[in-house]
Structures are given as C-alpha cells and as structure tokens.
C-alpha cells in the first residue's frame, strides 16, 4: 500500500514539471501554463522624416517636330528628279522634287493662243459695239440691231476673260511641277523613287522644324481632367535610365476622341540632351501637384484591411479600405495607427494621421504584428538571407569528413 502512494506522488510531480516548463524556455512560467508572458517579435525600424512628393501621371508618346509640314504636290505626272534626301536642311523656297512637265508646257502654249484670238474678237467686237451704240443715240440705228452688237460684245469678253483664267491655271500647273518646301527644317520622309508617280493629296515630303519637339499623348478621362496647361513634365527615353528632357504642357484638346475615348494633349520640350531624337519614344510625367516638408512612407509598411459590404440602395457590393501603420513606443511596444493616403508617387505614399517626424516606424516584420504587441527591434541584417559558403574541392574542414589526400601512406616500392 505504501509503494502505491509513493508512485502516485511521483506520477503527480512528472505531471506538475511537465506542464509548467521553464519560463526561459517558453513555458507559461506557472504550474497549468497560465499567466506568462508572450515572445517578443523582432522587427526593423526607421525615423519618420520629411519630404517632398510629387502626383504624376504617367504616359507614353513619340517625340516630334512641333512644325510639320507635309508637302503634297499639286499637279499629277512622274517624279524626274529629286534634289534632297532624308536629313537635308532646307529653306523656304527651295526645290525638292521636278515632275515632268512637258504636257505642262504644251497647256500653256494652247492657252495663249486661245488667249490672243480670243483678244481679237474681242477687239472686233468691241470696235463695233462702239458704232452701232452712237448710231443707236442718234436713232440712226434700230434698238434690235444694237442689242444683237451688244450682246455679241459681251461674249467676247468673257470668252477673252474665260481664256485669260485658263492662261493663269495652266501656268500655275507647270510652275507646280517644281516641288518647293514652304518652310525651313530637316526633311523627315520621302515617300517615292525618281520614275514614280507623284499624285495629287499624297505627300511626297515631310519637313519638320530642327528647332523645337513636342510630344501628343492620349490620356484616360480621369487623368486627361487633371491636366492643365503650364504644367511641369518629364521626360526619358524608354531605354535609358535617367530624363532626358523637361516639357510644358502648351495645350490640351478640349474634346475627347470618339473612338478611343481618350484625351489629347501636346506638351512642349524646353531643356533636353543631345540623346533626344524626332521619333523616340519617350516615358511622360505629367506633374499635377507637389507637396514639400510632408510624411512619406515606403507602400509596403503599410496595413490594408478591406472591408466588403452591399449597399442597400444599389444592391451592389462594395469595397472599403483601411490603412494603418505601426510605430514604436519605448522600443518595446509597437502601436498600430489609423492614417489616410495622400499623394502617391512610384513606391512611396504620403501619409496622414497621428505621427510626427523622428516617430519610429516599423518596416520590418509589420504584418504579423498586434496593436499593443512587444517588440524587440533587431538590426538590418538580421532580416537579411543568409548566404551559404562555396566549398573547395577537397576541402574537409567543413563538411567533418576526412581528406581522402591526407594521411595516405606511400605506396611500397619493389625491390
């Protein structure tokens, strides 16, 4: 009876050790595990600080002389020659192309010759017009004779005016068949060969100005809206890593396009490097508001929570979005704090709330944390991958396996 008692006396204590632990060793520090305290979370932290953020808009467009003429010729025949290429400066005035002309030059000889023979009718006419009308104010002549003069007259005169406008046409026609540019640039493109047809209402050239670039772009509704003129912009080719150019915006179309549904606008470039080309395809970033000395905060410290609900009225459902971030207190406790976004620009986000500058926030290990819960605040290494270490061939120090090489006994010669 006694060895039962003593084996229910230790069967009661293995029990009481077991449940209790150690509190070193994470137990509840109690017998039954009740009332101990939970492990501090490692996290990393930053001082709060204040900055300047900037609401962009992003868009993309093909730089571009902001004077572009296209030059179509004016009258139909076979391209003879051409004087410029791709890349030639040209001034206003100059000869780009020649159409062949000859049909051209018969027109014009056709129509000075009807031009002098309609001349002389009307000299005839008019000479007789003269007599029968002072023959008719001396009731010399009768009022039906001197109405067929009249009218005989008055044909001859538009048929010389008729002559003289075609005159004045076809001279027009063959001066056409020299392309001339109207204005002074760098010649863009050259849509035909020497033999081809140059047609009327297809261009043959484009001239833009060397000057001055601009850039169209074509903004959604939402961000068309927020456009103004005077605003700042930024520019980078697609392929290099820093802006090339600063641009204006100078105008804004004041309607939607009807297909698309998007907004144009046209900014201006003011400053930019020598790597900027017609034709390059360029990063925009349409600047719509800066704010200085404001809080900033990386887009990944922050705690979203959505909320869905359906709205009564509408019988749709609906999202709600909170956003919270944890900061310090003692360097022991982190604090959860409800704030509101502000601007947004690439991955850092204005915050709004109950912070201040030189607050310590937590961007570290945030997402797995409570309000109110200990912390221990670690260092940045501490949070990094750690690397493993590249063995060498033949190298036993690491891997606690003898060297094959070393300690091998020399083999035995024969005698």
């Known amino acids: 009876m006694k060895n039962f008692h003593f084996l229910a006396c230790i069967a009661i204590l293995a029990l009481s050790f077991a449940c209790g632990g150690k509190p070193e060793q994470g137990g509840m520090g109690r017998p039954g595990g009740f009332g101990g305290m939970k492990r501090a979370t490692s996290v990393e932290v930053k001082a709060l600080e204040s900055a300047t953020i900037s609401q ?22 076979r391209i003879t020659a051409f004087y410029v290429d791709l890349g030639d400066t040209v001034k206003v005035g100059q000869k780009l192309a020649k159409i062949y002309d000859k049909t051209f030059q018969d027109q014009v000889l056709r129509d000075e010759a009807q031009v002098r023979q309609a001349r002389v009718s009307y000299v005839r006419d008019s000479a007789a017009f ?26 001859s005169k538009a048929q010389l005016a008729s002559a003289s406008a075609a005159l004045t046409q076809s001279k027009e026609n063959l001066a056409n068949t020299d392309v ?11 849509n035909a060969q020497i033999g081809d047809l140059a047609t009327t209402g297809q261009p043959l050239f484009e001239v833009g100005n060397n000057s001055g670039f601009e850039i169209r772009l074509f903004l959604p509704l939402q961000d068309w809206e927020l456009i103004r003129i005077g605003q700042k912009v930024d520019l980078k080719i697609t392929n290099q890593p820093l802006n090339t150019a600063k641009a204006v915006v100078t105008r804004i179309s004041p309607q939607l396009e009807p297909v698309t549904g998007l907004g144009e606008v046209v900014v201006t470039i003011q400053q930019s490097t020598n790597t900027l080309y017609a034709g390059a ?31 009564p009225e509408s019988n749709t459902i609906k999202l709600e979005r909170t956003y919270s971030v944890f900061v310090t207190r003692g360097d022991t406790l982190a604090v959860q704090v409800p704030i509101e976004l502000g601007i947004e620009q690439g991955d850092r986000v204005e915050i709004k709330g109950d912070i201040k500058k030189g607050d310590q926030l937590i961007i570290t290990g945030q997402n ?48």
């Open 56 to 77: 962009q808009i992003k868009a993309f467009g093909t730089v571009q002389s902001d004077a572009r003429v296209r030059i179509t010729p004016q009258v139909s025949n």
């Open 130 to 155: 003269s007599r029968t009308k002072k023959l008719f104010d001396q009731s010399l002549s009768s009022e039906a004779e001197f109405q067929t003069v009249q009218a005989t007259f008055q044909a």
């Open 180 to 190: 001339i540019s109207p204005v002074s640039g760098v010649v863009i493109t050259r």
């Open 281 to 311: 395809l360029t990063e925009a970033k349409i600047t719509i508001q800066t704010r200085e000395n404001t809080i900033t905060v990386p887009r990944s410290t922050l705690i979203e929570k959505v909320q869905t609900f359906i709205d």
């Open 368 to 415: 797995v944390l409570e309000d109110q819960a200990a912390i221990k605040i670690a260092s940045k290494e501490k949070f990094q991958p750690k690397k493993g270490k590249t063995l060498a061939i033949g190298d036993s120090s690491q891997t606690g396996k003898p060297d094959k090489t070393q300690g091998e006994k020399p083999a035995k010669r024969g005698n």
